[in-house]
């Protein structure tokens, strides 16, 4: 058999898994509710905690990739996707002004894209990626800009279209988070949202979102290079407390 | 580095690197939990006719560094009149904690039924084996376990597969030549993503089809046994000189359609039947990302004699 130099540069490709973080930097994320710490202080624990916990095994490293967002009035890529051993210093997420969802999943869909043109060119294959995404609710866009957004990004005919899992502190609801959800109930794997309950501290809930996506991201790399339904991301919550409903 | 540059060399600990390692080698194996007399490595090897074969079956390095069982599983047999090479080899499903078990069980079944049904030898016809006796094989033998197992009285096979899944690929190589010279054979892979290739002069060629071959995004989604399903066997013949590797995603997800650098580096091992514990080096080399257990049964027809 004759392969030309694209099939063999395909036979050579090596897997990975990428994980975004996204989280919520508006201004009423700084403010403590309860605790003494805000919950941006929270949110920046979970970078270098799950950093931590994929350095601790010799193998997630070498199959997990991890980038990070942030979204106020506009969204900013705070970590460009990377081997987490590549990550010197951990990045910090500030807090700006408003907080518009429309805006974070816009340049979800970008830097996905960007991101696996570059693992490819990096002669990677990548399963799709997990995105998860942190807020204290109250969008201050319009609904219909959201959905729009949201739409694009989970689009069917985008192949790419990230595995989608909100984590709602302070304001958010159920209600208002399950609509960002996907893939969702009644698909074949679908995700689910993450709402504090009443009266937890948003900072202590948010140190409960690093312990979910690091051992999604244990359970997913066991996946990722074994056979079996799940396709790569892996939810996995069975630590999960009662902070979140 | 690119997938054409990259070679293959020794570890200092003995075993393969093809491309990158990662850092595979500092794994450090810990016990299965609650799966006991379940060997880590399999392995056998042997010359039979016209064919030498080896076949080798290793826990990956994700289960060796997790403390899960090796799910992958095969069998490897002649019939009673040693006309035929049979064998199976097949994955259990890393989502079942019994799915190692569904491995065996599909292995066992489909070599005992390869066996009944080429029992007329030279006469055997390839066209008319009952693969589907097969699978009904396979499917009530996992069943029966599962209810032994959750000492249950019924369940419906979707309940079965979330304890105990597998994929199967199942062939049988005459070991004596056709007056041509070719060696007839047949390969049906019954569900799942599990290959066989074909490696001659002009490298590795797939008989099934390759897994996630065109696609851009990975996928492990699979369609495991217990499962109703019609099989597609597929009747080939062999050529002297050629090999034929049946194997399981572990080794099918590096080695993609073989045109890369896994299957270099596999059709270099081997050009030639290796020493069957060396087989089991080259089947377990370290390579970056894939972690996967790994088999396969690879089948050697002699060259014409010069």
Redesign the interface.
């Known amino acids: 058999m004759t392969t030309s130099a694209t099939d063999t540069h395909g036979d050579d490709r090596l897997l990975v898994l990428p994980f975004y973080i996204v989280v919520d930097v508006s201004l009423s994320m700084s403010v403590p509710q309860g605790g003494d710490k805000s919950a941006i202080q929270a949110a920046n624990e979970i970078l270098p905690t799950v950093i931590d916990g994929i350095e601790a095994s010799p193998t997630l490293g070498d199959v997990v990739r991890l980038g990070a967002v942030d979204f106020s009035d506009d969204a900013r890529v705070v970590l460009r996707l990377d081997d987490v051993r590549n990550v010197n210093p951990i990045p910090q997420f500030t807090v700006r002004g408003a907080t518009s969802y429309a805006a974070a999943f816009r340049l979800l869909r970008q830097e996905i894209e960007k991101d696996y043109a570059q693992l490819r060119g990096d002669n990677y294959k990548a399963y799709r990626p997990a995105v998860f995404f942190i807020t204290d609710g109250e969008p201050t866009d319009d609904q219909s800009d959201i959905v729009a957004a949201y739409n694009d990004l989970t689009d069917p005919s985008f192949k790419l279209r990230p595995n989608l899992i909100p984590f709602g502190v302070g304001t958010a609801t159920k209600d208002q988070l399950d609509q960002w959800v996907y893939p969702k109930e009644g698909s074949k794997k679908p995700m689910r949202s993450y709402v504090m309950r009443d009266g937890a501290d948003p900072a202590k809930a948010i140190t409960k979102v690093a312990e979910i996506l690091l051992s999604s991201v244990i359970a997913s790399a066991q996946s990722v290079s074994e056979q079996g339904s799940a396709g790569g991301f892996v939810l996995d919550d069975e630590d999960l407390d009662s902070d979140w409903n | 580095?690119?997938?054409?540059e990259?070679a293959w060399a020794r570890h200092p600990n003995g075993r393969w690197i093809v491309?990158?390692a990662?850092?595979?080698p500092?794994?450090v194996a810990v016990p299965p939990v609650l799966v006991r007399r379940r060997p880590d490595v399999t392995l056998d090897g042997g010359r039979v006719g016209m064919l030498d074969y080896r076949a080798a079956s290793l826990r990956?390095?994700?289960h060796l560094?997790?403390g899960k069982p090796r799910?992958d599983s095969y069998v490897v047999t002649v019939t009673r009149d040693d006309h035929w090479l049979v064998g199976c080899v097949a994955?259990?499903?890393?989502?079942g904690r019994m799915s190692h078990r569904a491995a065996d069980l599909a292995c066992e079944k489909l070599a005992a039924e390869l066996i009944d049904g080429l029992a007329a030898g030279p006469e055997a016809d390839l066209g008319t084996l009952d693969w589907a006796a097969g699978v009904a094989g396979v499917n009530a033998a996992i069943h029966r376990e599962f209810l032994h197992t959750a000492k249950v009285e019924e369940a419906a096979l979707a309940d079965v597969r979330a304890l105990m899944s597998t994929?199967a690929v199942a062939f049988a190589v005459a070991t004596q030549a056709d007056a041509d010279g070719t060696h007839r054979a047949v390969i049906a892979s019954l569900a799942?993503d599990s290959a066989a290739l074909i490696l001659d002069g002009?490298?590795?060629?797939p008989v099934t089809a390759v897994k996630?071959d065109g696609e851009?995004?990975?996928?492990?989604?699979?369609r495991?046994l217990p499962r109703e399903v019609e099989p597609e066997p597929v009747t080939l013949t062999l050529r002297p000189g050629d090999v034929l590797a049946v194997i399981t995603?572990?080794i099918g997800?590096p080695?993609?359609?073989?045109?890369?650098?896994?299957?270099r580096f596999l059709a270099e091992q081997w050009a030639e039947p290796p020493d069957t514990i060396e087989f089991a080096n080259q089947v377990g080399f370290y390579?970056?990302?894939?972690?996967?257990?790994r088999t396969v049964i690879a089948v050697w027809v002699a060259p014409e004699p010069t």
């Open positions: 580095m690119t997938g054409t990259v491309g990158d990662g850092n595979q500092s794994v990956g390095i994700g560094e997790t799910q994955d259990g499903v890393s989502d994929t799942g002009e490298g590795w060629r996630g851009e995004v990975a996928s492990n989604a699979v495991p995603d572990g997800d080695m993609g359609s073989g045109g890369g650098v896994v299957g390579r970056k990302t894939f972690m996967d257990d």
